[in-house]
């Protein structure tokens, strides 16, 4: 009886203890030594950039908290926001501004893996980092410790759709091993209301603590905000500063304002003065391919390039270049493509381009390949999916190419992020021109509003329709075949040297 009444006494004491805490007594079992207590706060974000109102809540938990120390993480990079900085250059910032006197205790903590997404991920990061602060420790011979985690995160994280959807689940409340910290809103004068139904849950329910006299100390600063600040910054692609602008943001700290005008971050992009460039998007058999070859008879001198034609030549070469290319992985094929693609934009003889791309390449095209933001794009909408199903199924699949099911499958997936891609990339390319034209019924009369489109661009960039009549067109299969053999065999010796 005393045996079950210890083994239900420590049941319970189980039950009620941070389970981070768990760690064996070296010298007697029966014997609790007391152990010191470490409050640990991890902080996700994107941090792009890092301003001083982030610094301003690590500050606020460290002070105010009693944290005794606190990570930043940065979001990796993300699929749904290809127009973000990239990971590299966001820790660069945040390292540079956590270096500085004023943050004691604070650092940057990037995942050894890519972490899975959403509150999946945080909890094996935060355990992550649990394991990290533990290491510290037994390295100063203190073996009895007790960490504690918190997560810091702001009100509009905290209540978004998403996230609220996410808590309401018990398996997901189960992996919060942590306490969340939630910051008030700048401005919000209602307050965070506990939401009942996560905090008082049968089962896992959510440790949540709601700050309510919190302030940030720069009122209706974002990072939006001082990413368009940073913009003003330069007066053109070459990146020329703009000398009335000037060269401090309340908020942003003079170390990070000197990093990001060192390595050029946040430049905007511009469309070039001397080319326009088209991109048609559309789900499969939404036209793209047919609506482009008419462009090409009604704009004279207009020139095609498919980057899938690309990807197919490949495909189709010889049997050993055909296998090594199905081998290389996705960073190799992004080199491939980009190469090949800015290979036949450089030795065509025509001023107005026409590509096929999808929205989640766009960024990666401007940046890499043609080196300026494109013009227009255009993307091609069919409400009817049996028409669309109907159109591939009378095309049939190519050679070198997936079923057309298979395309049209992969295609609907992504469909939601395609729309949330171009939403992001019309905020953030405020001269590109984007277009949502109904393909469903006909296909020449798109083309023609699409022709109007290049015709009023080209006159305002005073180029001629007519400068490009000697150009060839659409580039043929052997162009293609050629510049896939040439750029292949590039990628190969690259990787054997």
């Not at 996700?44 to 990570?71: C, K, W």
């Not at 007790?146 to 996410?166: H, K, N």
């Not at 300026?372 to 669309?388: F, G, R, Y």
């Amino acid at each position: 009886q005393q045996q079950q009444q210890q083994q239900q006494s420590n049941q319970n004491r189980r039950r009620h203890q941070n389970p981070y805490d768990r760690h064996p007594n070296p010298h007697d079992a029966r014997v609790r030594i007391p152990s010191k207590s470490v409050n640990i706060a991890v902080y996700f974000g994107s941090f792009d950039p890092v301003h001083e109102n982030h610094v301003a809540v690590a500050r606020h938990a460290l002070e105010v908290e009693n944290m005794d120390q606190v990570f930043f993480v940065p979001n990796t990079d993300n699929p749904n926001k290809p127009f973000m900085t990239s990971h590299k250059d966001r820790v660069m910032l945040l390292s540079t501004r956590l270096d500085q006197a004023d943050c004691q205790q604070m650092s940057v903590h990037c995942p050894s893996r890519a972490p899975r997404p959403g509150w999946a991920g945080r909890a094996d990061i935060s355990q992550e980092i649990w394991r990290r602060v533990r290491d510290e420790y037994k390295k100063q011979d203190e073996h009895q410790i007790s960490i504690r985690m918190f997560q810091l995160i702001g009100q509009d994280s905290f209540e978004e759709e998403g996230a609220q959807a996410a808590l309401a689940l018990p398996h997901v409340r189960k992996n919060i091993k942590r306490t969340l910290i939630v910051f008030p809103r700048t401005g919000n004068s209602e307050g965070i209301k506990e939401p009942l139904q996560l905090t008082r849950a049968r089962e896992n329910p959510l440790k949540l603590i709601i700050l309510k006299n919190y302030q940030d100390p720069h009122e209706r600063m974002s990072s939006t905000q001082v990413r368009e600040h940073f913009a003003s910054f330069y007066k053109n692609a070459c990146g020329e500063p703009i000398k009335d602008s000037p060269l401090s943001l309340p908020g942003i700290h003079e170390c990070v304002m000197q990093s990001v005008i060192s390595s050029q971050l946040y430049m905007p992009v511009h469309p070039s003065k001397d080319r326009v460039a088209v991109i048609l998007c559309g789900a499969p058999g939404a036209g793209k391919t047919t609506v482009a070859k008419q462009l090409q008879s009604i704009v004279p001198g207009s020139t095609f390039l498919s980057g899938g034609e690309f990807h197919r030549a490949a495909t189709l070469l010889d049997d050993k270049a055909a296998s090594v290319y199905k081998q290389l992985p996705i960073s190799d094929i992004i080199v491939f493509n980009s190469g090949c693609m800015k290979h036949a934009i450089e030795s065509a003889d025509s001023k107005l381009f026409i590509f096929d791309l999808k929205p989640d390449g766009i960024k990666q095209f401007e940046e890499g390949t043609y080196k300026a933001a494109v013009d227009i794009v255009v993307m091609l909408d069919v409400k009817d999916n049996d028409t669309l199903e109907r159109r591939l199924q009378a095309r049939g699949d190519r050679p070198g190419e997936k079923s057309w099911k298979e395309r049209f499958a992969t295609y609907k997936k992504k469909e939601m992020l395609y729309e949330k891609i171009l939403k992001s990339y019309k905020s953030s390319r405020s001269e590109t021109e984007i277009h949502h034209v109904d393909c469903t019924n006909d296909v020449n009369e798109t083309a023609s509003y699409v022709a109007d489109l290049i015709r009023n661009c080209a006159a305002k960039k005073g180029i001629s329709v007519r400068e490009s009549a000697s150009a060839e067109g659409e580039a043929d299969d052997k162009i293609y075949e050629t510049l896939a053999r040439v750029h292949l065999m590039q990628i190969i010796e690259n990787r054997r040297a």
